[in-house]
T-cell receptor
Framework: EADIYQTPRYLVIGTGKKITLECSQT?????MYWYQQDPGMELHLIHY???????EKGDLSSESTVSRIRTEHFPLTLESARPSHTSQYLC?????????????FGEGSWLTVV | DQQVKQNSPSLSVQEGRISILNCDYT??????FLWYKKYPAEGPTFLIS?????DKNEDGRFTVFLNKSAKHLSLHIVPSQPGDSAVYFC???????????FGTGTRLQVFP
């Protein structure tokens, strides 16, 4: 069972507001990720980190930014939210297992921008 | 271009019978495959994985089969239970990256 926590779970905010989605894991995993999923669509990687002070853009372009100051914490920030940012954001971390990395997800943050 | 495809958006199975979820991939570089289950408004939960050096991996009611020549994998759930009703995502990666490529998911409904 993975211990990875996201807050808030649900958020409705107005256009132009700044929002930070929090993600914490207690497993000591070095690798952490942010995925974005629209309803009925596949998950897309938007950010990843291989450790403290390491952040990289994922496959899907995103206007959000991330930081990794502590191993257990990987927050995602939108400086100025827009309705196009409405989506589910999933944080994850990974460990090496059975010959490959297994990624464990948090419960997700549903963001609605009005 | 979708590298991981789940062509069946939904599947309905009677309780106690076998559920078979299918996944096809196009990138022959993939060498590790995972299945996740996702309930509405929750994050995906890891179910089972398989390395490309194997063709079968079993964990309780869940078995994943990999056919590398056909670039196809499947998840078998036996016996199916109502609690298995969820969306199932297939995912793949290759060894020099930790980035998972996901399919679009198959919604499984297990009815009594």
């Amino acid at each position: 069972e993975a211990d990875i926590y996201q807050t808030p779970r649900y958020l409705v905010i107005g256009t132009g507001k700044k929002i930070t989605l929090e993600c914490s894991q207690t497993m000591g995993h070095d690798k952490m990720y942010w995925y974005q999923q629209d309803p009925g669509m596949e998950l897309h990687l938007i950010h990843y980190s291989y450790g403290v002070n390491s952040t990289e853009k994922g496959d899907l372009s995103s206007e959000s930014t991330v930081s990794r100051i502590r191993t257990e914490h990987f927050p995602l920030t939108l400086e100025s939210a827009r309705p196009s940012h409405t989506s589910q954001y999933l944080c994850a971390s990974s460990e090496l297992r059975f010959g490959g990395n297994t990624i464990y997800f948090g419960e997700g943050s549903w963001l609605t921008v009005v | 271009d979708q590298q991981v495809k789940q062509n069946s958006p939904s599947l309905s199975v009677q309780e106690g019978r076998i559920s078979i979820l299918n996944c096809d991939y196009t990138n022959s570089m993939f060498d590790y495959f995972l299945w996740y289950k996702k309930y509405p408004a929750e994050g995906p939960t890891f179910l089972i994985s398989i390395s490309s050096i194997k063709d079968k991996n079993e964990d309780g009611r869940f078995t994943v089969f990999l056919n590398k020549s056909a670039k196809h994998l499947s998840l078998h759930i036996v016996p199916s239970q109502p609690g298995d009703s969820a969306v199932y995502f297939c995912a793949a990666k290759w060894s020099n990256t930790d980035k998972l490529i996901f399919g679009t998911g198959t919604r499984l409904q297990v009815f009594p």
